[in-house]
């Protein structure tokens, strides 16, 4: 990561043991300011350090002093960051969100809790619950529903304090019947395990930036917090193989949520060749209805067959899918030298363009080729 520091004595060169060397090492890795809630870098440095420090622990027991006994958020902010800097840990993440709330630091306090939500804060609801109320705070009120809604599938249950907290506000205004609508569908799905899977797998799904190309470079945004667990496998076909055994050949990655009403959710999840280096992902745009039951999934980006078009699918606002068809032709065969140092030159064939039917289906448009006169 480009920001990580390492601080190591020059003298612990020479007069460390092998595995002191090693604990030097890793206690050398720390956070910095600039990266404090880089997730890349967070998880790095957690990765890295597995023993117990102490001084950060001290820092954080600080700060929670500061702020909640002593009423004083901007001290406790202090302190919180210097715990981090020393070792990153999910509690004081989450309380760094609450106190930069307090100080109205609304934009800082969500980046807060997204890193306390990456290193798995328990109970998960309560991160999520506050990032609804500072994005309704915020006065976004799409992120406030959909981090909401996620609190209560994930566990939230007060029900008074859901319609009472004046941090929501905003977002029950702004469409009181909506809200209520979709909080009372929550909180009945809550309890039922197969609806819970189901809420729990379409809720990984971040909705996404428009307009977005799912190109070649695009795979280079999919990290280790994006990955699939086998245990929706019923959401992801491609995990299972003709012999329905699972496939440990491929991994899984979230790509984003296109659309989301009450009765529809459609998402893009990519399918990465592990075994084939430098091989693009396969990206499936997929729909299901509220129930998490198909209704209907194209292949829009990368390709299954050499022999086939490979695709780059760009999406629209309005829901446009256009798919650029691609004739790609390698120096080499892939089967046997690889991709890498592998010349490729490729040629525009055409274009597929779809459009999302209220229903959920991928409906082909008049279909676009090059070179056509008229």
Request: proline share 3%; net charge negative.
């Amino acid at each position: 990561m480009r920001y990580i520091i390492l601080f190591i004595a020059g003298t612990c060169l020479f007069a460390c043991t092998p595995s002191s060397k090693k604990t030097a090492a890793v206690n050398a890795l720390h956070l910095s300011a600039d990266n404090l809630y880089d997730k890349d870098s967070v998880l790095l440095v957690v990765n890295s350090a597995t023993e117990k420090n102490s001084a950060s622990d001290k820092l954080f027991l600080d700060g929670i002093d500061k702020y909640r006994n002593k009423k004083n958020p901007a001290a406790g902010i202090e302190s919180f960051k210097q715990s981090i800097l020393l070792k990153p840990q999910a509690k004081a993440y989450y309380e760094l969100g609450n106190a930069l709330f307090d100080k109205q630091e609304l934009k800082e306090a969500i980046k807060a809790y997204g890193v306390a939500e990456l290193l798995d804060y328990k109970p998960l609801h309560k991160v999520l619950y506050n990032m609804a109320c500072a994005y309704s705070r915020m006065g976004d009120n799409e992120w406030a529903k959909y981090y909401l809604v996620s609190a209560i599938e994930f566990g939230y249950s007060n029900v008074k304090n859901i319609f009472a907290d004046k941090d929501l506000e905003g977002l029950r205004q702004k469409d009181g019947y909506s809200f209520r609508s979709e909080v009372t569908a929550a909180l009945n799905g809550a309890t039922d395990p197969e609806k819970l899977q189901w809420n729990l797998f379409w809720h990984e799904f971040k909705p996404l930036g428009f307009p977005v190309s799912l190109d070649r470079k695009y795979a280079d945004k999919l990290g280790e917090e994006d990955y699939i667990s086998y245990e929706y496998e019923r959401f992801v076909p491609e995990m299972r193989n003709a012999q329905f055994s699972r496939d440990v050949g491929s991994e899984y990655y979230h790509v984003g949520l296109v659309k989301n009403t009450d009765s529809i959710k459609t998402l893009i999840y990519a399918v990465k060749d592990v075994v084939g280096e430098g091989s693009a992902p396969q990206y499936y745009i997929v729909s299901f209805d509220k129930l998490g039951k198909l209704i209907d999934k194209l292949l829009i980006g990368g390709q299954i067959e050499l022999e086939k078009p490979f695709k780059v699918a760009t999406i629209q606002q309005n829901g446009t899918i256009r798919v650029g068809l691609f004739k790609e032709v390698y120096e080499k065969n892939p089967d046997t030298a690889g991709y890498e140092n592998n010349k490729l030159q490729e040629s525009k064939e055409g274009e597929e363009v779809y459009t999302i039917s209220a229903d959920g289906h991928f409906v082909k448009q008049q279909p676009v080729l090059l070179g056509m006169n008229g």
